[in-house]
């Protein structure tokens, strides 16, 4: 059993930049890959960054390719979302969520077991 809880959204102009940080309790952290994910209203969860166990691997929507930073810290069983640059198109809600069976995690959102809440991003333009 995972527990997963997100922190850090916000409203922010477009330009800036926020954190976000999702805080991770059960199973050992490091046994399993986590991922951000989101859902704008009217759409479908989309996959925003990946990071695998270790991780030693990151991966990203091309979306944010270059203005998102996926993370994690094992010893504080915490991950984060670094955003900059924001567009009005990231306005969404932001969802972290754990992968139990793959290492590197995917960007698939049925291959992920738990789920947090989710946390609100607007970025005005």
């Known amino acids: 059993q995972v527990q997963l809880v997100e922190s850090g959204g916000g409203l922010v102009q477009a330009g800036g930049s926020l954190r976000l940080s999702c805080a991770a309790s059960g199973r050992t952290f490091s046994t399993y890959a986590m991922g951000w994910f989101r859902q704008a209203p009217g759409k479908e969860r989309s996959f925003v960054a990946g990071i695998s166990r270790s991780g030693s691997s990151q991966y990203y929507a091309d979306s944010v390719k270059g203005r998102f930073t996926i993370s994690r810290d094992n010893a504080e069983n915490m991950v984060y979302l670094q955003m900059n640059s924001l567009k009005p198109e990231d306005t969404a809600v932001y969802y972290c969520?754990?992968?139990?069976?793959?290492?590197?995690?995917?960007?698939?959102?049925?291959?992920?077991?738990?789920w947090g809440q989710g946390t609100q991003v607007t970025v005005s333009s």
């Open positions: 969520a754990a992968d139990l069976d793959n290492p590197h995690g995917s960007k698939w959102d049925v291959e992920y077991d738990y």
